[in-house]
């Protein structure tokens, strides 16, 4: 099971921009989806973008147009570029593998993340 580590979070003021960053220890490359998710004080841990092994993307409407997702598999990284950042965005992100079998045989766990806090 390939171990992530976020980074890239900070304090930014609304409009900002942030690029998230998600090393792996291990090969991506067989993976066929990962995502980054995102939870907010007193809310559930929520999808925030995801992108497949040839490269679809899907991202929760609240972010559409302003996220991108992009993964580059030879360095074994996900990125998340993040703009026209809005208060409502401070959360925690966290990366993770988003694939039901991939799930069920090494199941899912979840790292520090990264804050992420947008200022009004």
């Known amino acids: 099971q390939v171990q992530l580590v976020e980074s890239g979070g900070g304090l930014v003021q609304a409009g900002g921009s942030l690029r998230l960053s998600c090393a792996a220890s291990?090969?991506?490359?067989?993976?066929?989806?990962m995502a980054w998710f995102r939870q907010a004080p007193g809310k559930q841990r929520e999808l925030v973008a995801r992108?497949?092994?040839?490269?679809?993307?899907n991202y929760a409407a609240s972010v559409k147009g302003r996220f991108t997702i992009s993964r580059d598999n030879a360095k074994n990284t996900v990125y998340l570029q993040m703009n026209s950042l809005k208060p409502e965005d401070t959360a925690v992100y966290y990366c993770?593998?988003?694939?039901?079998?991939?799930?069920?045989?090494?199941?899912?766990?979840w790292g520090q993340g990264t804050q992420v806090t947008v200022s009004s």
């Open positions: 993770n593998v988003d694939d039901s079998d991939y799930s069920r045989r090494y199941g899912r766990y």
């Open positions: 291990g090969s991506i490359s067989r993976i066929n989806a």
């Open positions: 992108i497949t092994s040839g490269g679809s993307t």
